[in-house]
Nanobody, 124 residues
Framework: QVQLVESGGGLVQAGGSLRLSCAPS????????MGWFRQAPGTEREFVAV????????YYADSVKGRFAISRGNARNTVYLQMNSLKPEDTAVYYC?????????????????WGQGTQVTVSS
């Protein structure tokens, strides 16, 4: 069974940092675009960041630009989301996702595989 497994979530104070990891099992995703989405209680899932299939192009939601950084591991299979200067409004379940596409990557419907999510809670 193909899975994406997120880790690294937790409780942090405002202004702090966390690094989320996303590791696949069951197949490799080196040739997939990898994205992060998040969903807070009572809200819709929203796009956070994506790194393209080439491993170089990155795009961010305006709300996290300059604070978050997405990257791939050396083997291109693991994806990281470094989150700095965290704010209470960043509190959400964060999901990793993989897409075979090169466009439309801000939309959840463009992704083929999803992880189960990891909780990030930022206290004020």
């Amino acid at each position: 069974q193909v899975q994406l497994v997120e880790s690294g979530g937790g409780l942090v104070q405002a202004g702090g940092s966390l690094r989320l990891s996303c590791a696949p099992s069951g197949r490799t995703f080196g040739n997939y675009a990898m994205g992060w989405f998040r969903q807070a209680p009572g809200t819709e899932r929203e796009f956070v960041a994506v790194i393209g299939r080439n491993g170089f192009n990155t795009y961010y939601a305006d709300s996290v630009k300059g604070r978050f950084a997405i990257s791939r591991g050396n083997a291109r299979n693991t994806v990281y989301l470094q989150m700095n200067s965290l704010k209470p409004e960043d509190t959400a379940v964060y999901y990793c996702a993989a897409s075979r596409r090169d466009d439309g990557l801000g939309l959840g419907s463009s992704y083929d595989y999803w992880g189960q999510g990891t909780q990030v809670t930022v206290s004020s």
